[in-house]
């Protein structure tokens, strides 16, 4: 199973980019799907996260400005980020909650990371 994340780049604020995350491999079934983020210097913490019923949750400093979605047909988790600030600046990382075909048991895994610069 992999996770791999895109949609990063150089932003000016004001921006709205759309990171996505496409879960691969041998999958039962997917669980809740998180945008986690890490700021240089400041610990990794949850953006976003979406269960496989659609129920979202948001840290406050993105509410309001960013919208998590979910293809549960293709694997796939969007994180639409709207009014971007410099503060937003940050490597993003999904993570999902995966059971593979090969074993009863779910496991969270990672994807690599895409970085968003925002420049003011």
């Known amino acids: 199973v992999q996770l791999q994340a895109s949609g990063g780049g150089l932003v000016q604020a004001g921006g709205s980019p759309r990171l996505s995350c496409a879960a691969s491999?041998?999958?039962?079934?997917?669980?809740?799907m998180n945008w986690y983020r890490r700021v240089a210097g400041k610990q990794r913490e949850l953006v976003a996260a979406?269960?496989?019923?659609?129920?979202?949750n948001y840290a406050d400093s993105v509410k309001g400005r960013f919208t998590i979605g979910r293809d549960n047909a293709k694997n796939t988790m969007y994180l639409q980020m709207n009014s971007l600030k410099p503060e937003d600046t940050a490597v993003y990382y999904c993570n999902a909650d995966i059971r593979s075909l090969d074993s009863t048991y779910y496991f969270y895994y990672w994807g690599q990371g895409t970085l968003v610069t925002v420049s003011s």
């Open positions: 979406i269960t496989s019923g659609g129920s979202t």
């Open positions: 491999g041998y999958i039962y079934t997917i669980n809740t």
